[in-house]
């Protein structure tokens, strides 16, 4: 049994790590074209990130700090890692502690330079650490409660979580716009101009380690879309559906919060998605029982 | 066998193109080129449209926008803003007193145009000039990423300053001393909606007299 599953789920993890920044970079050309609509702006064209991630790989920059380049590198694995074991039908606790450990390596690699607009971006990548790690192990735990396991295959094939339960749907949400980088959780470094710091975490990283913090983030991105995936991989309209309709409101929320501070962004997270994530527990524990 | 090489060689050289990201510098003068290129960047501009962002940092910028005349009091600084930035990079000179010192041109302690100090690719004219035309000095710089600067040079790619310019649109060369040192070419935008640049005649007696 296990000799014909093994290959496969490699495969398949595989695959998804490798096409993934194909498909988030796709992802966030259509966002950033949807946010320029908002604005009445015409916006980039869809391949903007893709053409931004391989212009910053290929730049001739200079050496990084030698710890912190390290660190993105481990960074960038354990992102891709964390994905690899979700696709591959691993367990999700292990899923999310990887995940986990892939941000606190930006942290760090973050916190080994002396620029002061790092060092706050260091401390607002933790705030930010803070609020999303709780609420990615209540999912992960969620999930083990309504299927009564916490290997990622046999959520895949339990029929769709979501209408177990529906409350969790908002604790993805805001985990998904944490992972993005939405506001209000855009407040540890900038991507866009209307943020609050001009630069923060990745003021000392450039050229292809930028590409690399990038990439990372990427996968961190990735790794939560599939999590809302899994909730209803069984009716593929209804993850679709989720998941085009969490984007949309994540979007629209990033607009209409601009400059919002790391306390919003804390409040949001914890009083969101965690009071969500704990109704959901809650129903999780009665659905599992009937 | 140089089929996926090519084309990945493509793909960068098109990925760099697409995506000139601006650092800002005001080397002085009146900050009216400040605003305008502040203004450039706004959204009724759209200047992500061609995926230009502006970035605070120079070791993150691709294209490094300049206002203002080169003075002795900053001089050092915009040569070291210039070389924080990494290849492949380009220089956009904004106004005239970043093209040739102004207004300002003939003070004690004005050395001239940005040129004076780093290699130049593109001039705006105008005293400030549009938005619109500093969009436009950017996207004439883009092609220019498309390899680091001494490869276009010694390769005379597509990146050459003359692929830039088309033959109707010749350099304007404002007061003869446009591009800095010689031997590197410079392209200037010249359509100037407001008349040439400032008058220069009086400067230019004191620029010799002081070198």
């Known amino acids: 049994m296990i000799d014909v599953t093994l290959p496969l789920a490699i495969l398949a993890a595989t695959a998804g790590v490798l096409v993934a920044p194909v498909v988030v970079g796709l992802v966030l050309g259509v966002d950033r074209r949807v946010t320029a609509g908002m604005q009445l702006r015409i916006g980039p064209p869809v391949l903007q990130p893709l053409y931004d991630l391989t212009k910053l790989a290929a730049k001739l920059s200079a050496p990084a700090d030698r710890l912190a380049a390290g660190l993105l590198v481990v ?18 606790i292990v899923a999310v502690l990887v995940i986990g450990a892939a941000q606190v390596c930006f942290i760090l690699a973050a916190a080994a330079v002396e620029s002061p ?18 609420l990615l192990l209540l999912v992960a735990i969620a999930y083990g409660s309504v299927v009564g396991s916490f290997s990622a295959a046999a959520v895949a094939a339990a029929p769709p979580l979501v209408l177990a339960v529906p409350t969790l749907g908002i604790t993805l949400g805001v985990l998904l716009a944490i992972s993005l980088r939405k506001s209000p959780f855009d407040l540890a470094t900038s991507h866009h101009a209307h943020q609050e710091l001009v630069k923060g975490s990745t003021t000392e990283m450039a050229g292809p380690w930028l590409a690399l913090a990038e990439l990372g983030h990427w996968y961190e991105a990735a790794f939560v879309m599939v999590l809302i995936l899994l909730s209803s991989l069984q009716s593929p309209l209804l993850a679709a559906a989720l998941v085009l309709a969490t984007y949309l409101v994540v979007v629209l929320v990033d607009n209409t919060l601009p400059r919002a501070t790391w306390r919003a962004a804390l409040g949001v997270a914890w009083g969101l998605g965690g009071v969500a994530a704990a109704i959901a527990l809650v129903t999780a524990r009665v659905a599992g029982a009937v | 066998m140089s089929g996926p090489a090519e084309l990945l060689r493509s793909w960068i050289r098109r990925s760099r193109m697409k995506s000139p990201w601006l650092v800002h510098f005001d080397c002085g003068g009146c900050n009216g080129c400040d605003i305008e290129v502040l203004d450039t960047l706004t959204p009724r501009h759209s200047a992500e449209r061609f995926g230009v962002i502006n970035v605070g940092d120079p070791r993150q910028g691709d294209v490094l926008i300049v206002t203002g005349p080169a003075n002795c009091r900053n001089a050092g600084v915009l040569q070291s803003l210039y070389d924080q930035m990494a290849e492949p990079k380009a220089v956009v000179a904004v106004g005239s007193c970043a093209a040739h010192g102004g207004i300002f041109r003939g003070s004690p302690n004005i050395l001239g145009g940005v040129g004076e100090v780093i290699p130049v690719d593109v001039f705006v004219s105008g005293c400030p000039p549009h938005p619109e035309r500093i969009l436009d000095g950017v996207l004439a710089a883009a092609p220019l990423l498309a390899e680091p600067r001494a490869e276009r040079e010694s390769s005379g790619g597509p990146g050459r300053l003359s692929s830039v310019t088309s033959p109707a649109r010749a350099p304007l060369v404002i007061d003869g001393e446009v591009g800095g040192p010689p031997g590197r070419p410079a392209v200037a935008l010249d359509i100037d909606v407001r008349g040439p640049a400032a008058p220069v005649g009086a400067g230019d007696d004191q620029a010799e007299e002081r070198t």
């Open chain 1, 75 to 92: 960074h960038v694995c354990l992102a891709a890692g964390g994905l690899a074991i979700l696709l591959a039908g691993g367990d999700l």
């Open chain 1, 117 to 134: 607009y790092a060092q706050l971006g260091v401390s607002r990548e933790i705030v930010i650490l803070v609020a999303s790690e709780p």
